[in-house]
């Protein structure tokens, strides 16, 4: 097996876990950044990340990292990190296609001695199970003879400028006592939190999917009860302040689930589960909950225009929000989407303002984006569905002069308060 001495990194995946990484080890190792999207590698090349995770500071600052997609620079490299995105497909099943591609091509220039880590989200036993045969037979190397793997989840949270990559505990884990020790000890150089060996590769990866399958739980739970709440005419706010009082009872408010990690995560749990004969209904329960939030943020606001007999047919809807979390540039499974195909389904116009999101992303998500200096009292309603801190700023006397007078204003985020507002989750 390789030596620290002379480790050479390739990070596979230049995205918000990927590019972050990659810088971070550059500061001990040569790294080599590799990316199928050439405009991601010209754009870094030129010290610009427009995911906003890294600054151009950051990226000029680090002189032993090599942008490329040439997959053939992979030959030079002996330990490699796989950080691809693992989705789902239509039917709510794991898409093995990203990590299945990205294995494949390291198994092309795998060496004997070599450490594959893979990042990525995925069910327990996908690494050992599903990837190394395939690495075996592109490779022709045996594993744990010839080649070894690991297991490190990524944690990063995108937009979180205050949980950084260094600043959260990181799991390792590895497929022998030796490698485990030796990722472990590659990961603390990077890690001030420090790391968390885990005893093996399936408890590393179930240690993962289940962060964000607790967090989908509770979340549905919230969400569950604000519904509740709401037909009973009571203010969720007020009860959770209330009940938080309790020192255990855990904070959670509700809100739309959607992203790369908590609206998918728990997919590949339950797709596992399923293989095995389980039917994991508690899980699929809170899923099922979680993904109907858009539709029903919308039915609500459409309800409520009806009983102050408002043409719903034509009227004019601006959702203020786009991303699917506050602060950040990412869309993926947002369900801000819900939400407008629910309501354009209702024959409303909808527009979208979200100073993150540029026009290209707008129009391949066929959206309307707007700038809203151009739209003074044309709204007859306005859903605020991130809580980006541009909207923050503007305060409400600002969002509601986007709208005509008596428009509603359908707070999902809580920005404002209750008595300001005409509906809120």
Known sequence: MIDELNVKIAVLGLGYVGLPLA?????????????????R???????????????????????????????AELLSVNFYIICVPTPIDENKNPDLKPI????????????KGDVVVYESTVYPGLTEEYCMPILEKVSGLVFNTDFFCGYSPERINPGDKVHSLKDIVKITSGSTRRVAYFIDSLYQKIIKAGTHLAPSIKVAEAAK????????????????????????????EDVLKAANTKWNFIKFTPGLVGGHCIGVDPYYLTSKATDVGYNPAIILAGRKLNDGMGAYVARTLLDAMKTRNSPVEGSRVLILGGTFKENCSDIRNTKVTDI???????????DVYDPYIDTAIAQYMHWSLINVDTKKSYYDAIIIAVAHEEFKKMGLEKVRALGKEGALIYDLKWIFQQSETDLRL
């Open 23 to 39: 810088l971070a080890f550059s500061k001990f190792y040569d790294v080599i950044g590799f990316d199928l999207n050439q405009n």
């Open 41 to 71: 590698i010209n754009e870094l090349k030129n010290n610009l990340d427009n995911s906003g995770e890294c600054s151009e500071v950051d990226l000029m600052k680090c002189e032993h990292i090599a942008y490329t997609s040439d997959e």
């Open 100 to 111: 299945t591609l990205a294995t494949r091509m390291v198994g092309k220039y795998l060496g």
């Open 209 to 236: 999917v289940i962060e964000n399958t607790q967090r989908d739980l509770n979340i549905a739970l919230i969400n569950e009860l604000s519904i509740i709440f709401n037909k009973l005419e009571i203010n969720t």
């Open 340 to 350: 407008i195909k629910e309501l354009e389904y209702a024959a409303c116009e909808v």
